[in-house]
């Protein structure tokens, strides 16, 4: 009787050990949601907190609720089951979750801009200097139409990030929605016409690289983003100003974890002084994605 009691034991201990390692797989995921970014160099040390906290919350709960805990088991199962079944927290989530969670030293292009606002002083005569104040004349972001399109849209994705990546989720949803959405319309040969945000929002997102580069910085800068606008060689794009190193760190590890369904061949970015901006082009499915080219002819600080 006795060794049958043992027995019976150690196949319950088994049992309910088993059953905490089927609960930790998807909560460790889903917690590291609403930790913020712990990054030491180049590694992600939030992940292995959240590994940490999943165990630990996961032993309390079979210390204090052993008499109950396969009913326990069950409950959270079915919450799961339920999660899959609304699509808001799927298998396929989880995995994707543990895929870019655990990227690290991911491959980064860098594009330094170091002598670019050195360059020589014909570049800023006067078709420049027009240019810039035509273009700054037409950003607007304090339009209701504008801050009322980007406030929607900013909340368009990624909800479940925000308490981990804070800003940088509205930014991201922002851009998403703007790029899936813009369609390319050249302007007339020999008449370059620089449309309001306004402008464009109210004709379908319809426009053409400059039309889209005073559209996206003027809303970005309407939910609190800072941006410019970078003139190349027959293009102009816009750039999102991330921070320092860390800040870029940061965007870094939420741009391969929100856009993880794009094939991401490096984070393309502007560094002078220590100041990081990244790509925001119409060209670009993510933000940081290829430059179309980078022979810089202007700067446009908005």
Excluded at 240 to 251: Q, T
Aim: with cysteine; net charge positive.
């Amino acid at each position: 009787m006795q060794w049958n009691n043992i027995k019976h034991q150690s196949w319950f201990k088994f049992l309910v050990n088993f059953m905490g390692i089927l609960v930790i797989i998807p909560l460790t995921p889903f917690v590291c949601r609403f930790i913020p970014p712990l990054l030491v160099g180049n590694f992600n040390f939030d992940f292995i907190l959240a590994l940490v906290i999943s165990i630990l919350v996961v032993r309390f709960f079979i210390w204090i609720l052993r008499p109950f805990i396969i009913p326990f088991f069950i409950l959270i199962g079915a919450f799961l089951v339920y999660k899959q079944v609304n699509g808001t927290y799927t298998v396929k989530t989880i995995l994707q979750d543990y895929k870019n969670l655990t990227v690290q030293n991911w491959y980064v292009k860098e594009q330094k801009e170091a002598d670019l606002l050195n360059k020589s002083p014909h570049l800023f005569e006067n078709i420049q200097s027009r240019t810039a104040r035509i273009v700054k004349s037409k950003i607007s972001t304090t339009d209701p139409v504008v801050r009322n399109f980007a406030l929607k849209h900013s909340l368009e994705y990624f909800a479940d990030y925000k308490a981990k990546y804070g800003p940088l989720v509205r930014y991201f949803s922002l851009f998403k929605y703007i790029n899936n959405n813009f369609k390319y319309v050249p302007d007339p040969l020999r008449d370059e016409y620089y449309a309001t945000a306004k402008e464009t929002i109210q004709n379908g997102l319809g426009g053409d690289c400059d039309d889209h580069s005073i559209l996206m910085a003027s809303c970005m800068e309407s939910i609190g983003a800072k941006c410019r606008l970078v003139v190349v060689e027959g293009h102009m794009y816009p750039e999102l100003y991330i921070g320092d190193k860390k800040d870029f760190l940061i965007a870094q590890q939420a741009i391969i974890q929100l856009f993880s369904n794009y094939r991401i061949q490096g984070i393309f970015y502007h560094e002078n002084n220590g100041e990081y901006w990244i790509n925001l082009d119409y060209t670009a499915r993510y933000p940081g994605g290829p430059y179309m080219n980078d022979n810089v002819k202007l700067v446009i600080d908005i």
